[in-house]
């Protein structure tokens, strides 16, 4: 087995060979018959996790045994046996050249392992035994390949080690709360990238019971597949059969490969309600505006939009306004959670228990109060890389919503979306109905009058504010002048788009341009633009009115629609625009060269990038 030599404390690790490689040939002969052979395997301490409180080094124990494949096997393969273990330990056994030009390795030995075509088959047990300050050597499960005599290995488990408060324990159960597979057969592959990937597709173990006695003060060790809990995981501490204590983790929880997560005093009340996790809505950049599918927790960078550059030091985080795009204003907490947490560079939150539609803005706010930087949470259940759209005549990708709707259905107005200024990164509440009446909010949506004061920002600072302009300022929110690179064909960190989407390009490379005026027809009950779609179907454009610069109420909500794009010009902004009346003779629809002035609240539609 293998053994903690310097501290009971050390975290998984994953290993690999880091010594020169001995060809093939000049140690096994060129045939299939079983030789005797020395396998010299490697373990490395660069590349620890970073959680624990100390290290110590892993070893080979003497007698640690290995299954190693040269070929398809279904009786655990060849044996391989080491002496004296250490560090650098050397397994000898017989085996004969590889069929297909690479050993596979499986530790622990296991006559139920098995190997063919690159995957190794194996089995955690259901059932682990309790050692402390280690792992039961049966369920930390590595492997390794290599087309030499030297092979590095790899964890391919992570998991959880917990200490316990009170004595008496005799059996500690883990289990998911949302009825995960956590045990039992499991198929192990290698990525491109070299790291092992079990799957456990097979299995249908729900628990694993970690059995032995535990004794506060030691650490203990529960080896399970990486895998995402959704909703969090509990233990239960058992004695004599009987479950004596329940501890509940309800937050989203990852598993990773070779890393264990610490939980202190696991039994006391409250322990799992420290551990913040969620999924990572950055996993495809960063952004201004993330895309929440479904209930759950998440988490993403404090940083400004599509950059990796800091928004300062950020001590507290809360919701600003929600809305799930009705007149009717929702209860605080019915889209996202009030409790919102700041930890490690990273906001953490979630949504209510119930999945609830709509959009949120979260502002991050520095120890004075001072609010830092803002995020859009767009909680709808579509993958926009999915629901992507090519019109007629053109190659972009384009996005099959404006940003901030929850629905394409030409009928209603969820398809609307949210309102913006030009070069704004925050939205504002978009239509609910014909008559202009405004998406309802949590939060108060406050105008101010275009005054010295009225730069960036200010803008970033109030994001909740819109800056109402006229003449005097040019009708631009910004009361020094225009800045054309707010929103650029080069993405900003000003762009309200999510990530991998921008503001679209206008003028003749733009996408409405392009697809030119027969892939386009106008719909004068539902009130708005059809474009035909090179792949069949139609994409629509809601006629969605606008808010007035001067007054910040919204207007010709039902027959008036303008799309931002990053086209600009001394003054101006180009903008796909349309007018849908009674009839044709008297509505209008096309590509409007520098015509509106920024300080108005437009839709977006987004472009791939």
């Known amino acids: 087995m293998r053994r903690l030599k310097l501290s ?114 194996a089995y955690l047990p259901q059932e682990q035994v309790a050692v402390a300050g280690s792992f039961d050597p049966a369920a930390f499960l590595m492997v390794g390949r290599s087309a030499t005599t030297e092979i590095g290995f790899y964890d391919v488990l992570g998991g959880i080690r917990f200490s316990v408060e009170n004595s008496g324990y005799d059996a500690v159960e883990f289990s998911g709360n949302d009825n995960e597979t956590v045990a039992g ?28 006695e535990f004794e506060p003060g030691n650490y203990y060790y529960f080896s399970i597949v990486p895998q995402v809990f959704k909703k969090g995981f509990t233990l239960k501490f058992m ?10 983790c309800p937050s989203y929880v990852t598993v990773q490969r070779y890393i264990f997560a610490t939980v202190r005093y696991a039994d006391k009340e ?73 930890k490690n560079g990273k906001i953490y939150f979630k949504t209510a228990d119930t999945f609830k539609p709509g959009n949120a803005l979260i502002g991050a706010y520095d120890a004075s109060g001072k609010l830092l930087w803002s ?55 978009g239509s609910t109905d014909l008559t202009g009446t405004p998406m309802a909010t949590t939060g108060t949506i406050e105008t101010l009058k275009c005054n010295s004061d009225c730069t960036v920002d200010f803008a970033v600072e109030h994001p ?17 002048g225009r800045d054309n690179t707010l929103w650029t064909a080069e993405k900003t960190i000003y762009d309200p788009c999510p990530a991998g989407w921008r503001v679209p390009d206008g003028g003749t490379d733009g996408v409405w341009m392009l697809a030119g005026e027969n892939s386009y027809s106008m719909d004068f009950y539902y ?18 009115g606008f808010i007035h610069r001067g007054e910040g109420d919204i207007r010709l909500s039902g027959q008036f629609a303008d799309y931002w ?36 609240g437009h839709a977006v539609r987004c472009q791939k990038l």
């Open 8 to 121: 009971f404390l050390l975290l998984a690790i994953a290993f690999f060979s880091c010594q020169k490689e001995v060809p093939l040939n000049d140690s096994l002969p060129g045939n299939q018959s079983r030789q005797p052979i020395v396998l010299k395997a490697y373990l490395s301490n660069s590349t620890k996790a970073s959680i624990s409180d100390a290290f110590g080094t892993v070893v080979w124990n003497s007698d640690d045994t290995l299954s190693v494949f040269d070929s398809p096997a279904v009786n655990g393969g060849n044996k391989f046996v080491t002496a004296d273990g250490g560090e650098k330990a050397e397994f000898s056994g017989e085996a004969g050249t590889p069929s297909d030009g690479q050993f596979y390795a499986l530790y622990p030995y296991s006559k139920s392992a098995s190997y063919s075509d690159g995957t190794i088959s």
């Open 239 to 248: 004695q004599n059969g009987s479950v004596v204590k329940t501890a509940v």
């Open 270 to 342: 409250g322990s799992l309600s420290n551990i913040i996790d969620g999924f990572a809505l950055d996993s495809d950049g960063t952004s201004n505006c993330y895309i929440v599918r479904e209930q759950g927790s998440y988490k993403f960078p404090l940083v400004k939009g599509n950059s990796n550059v800091s928004v300062g030091t950020v001590a507290s985080a809360k919701v600003l306004w929600e809305t799930d795009n009705t007149s009717t204003a929702v209860a605080t907490g019915a889209l996202i959670k009030p409790q919102i947490t700041v």
């Open 185 to 212: 057969p499991l198929t192990i592959s290698f990525a491109d990238d070299g790291y092992p990937v079990a799957d456990m597709s097979t299995s249908s173990s729900k628990s694993i019971s970690l059995k032995g």
């Open 375 to 429: 995020w859009h949470i767009w909680l709808c259940d579509f993958d926009p890389q999915q629901t992507k759209q090519v019109y007629v005549n053109t190659s972009t990708y384009m996005m099959d919503r404006n940003i901030g709707a929850l629905s394409t259905s030409p009928s209603g107005t969820l398809s609307y979306g949210l309102f913006y200024q030009w070069g704004r990164k925050d939205p504002f509440p």
């Open 464 to 480: 909740a504010t819109f800056i109402l302009c006229d003449d005097s300022s040019g009708n631009d929110w910004i009361s020094a």
């Open 527 to 544: 009130k708005g633009v059809k474009f035909n779609l090179k792949n069949g179907g139609t994409a629509w454009y809601p006629a969605t």
């Open 565 to 600: 794009t990053v086209k600009t010009a001394t003054q101006n902004v180009t903008t796909f625009e349309f007018y849908i009346k009674n009839d044709a003779d008297d509505s209008y629809v096309g590509l409007m060269y520098n015509n509106k002035t920024r300080g108005e």
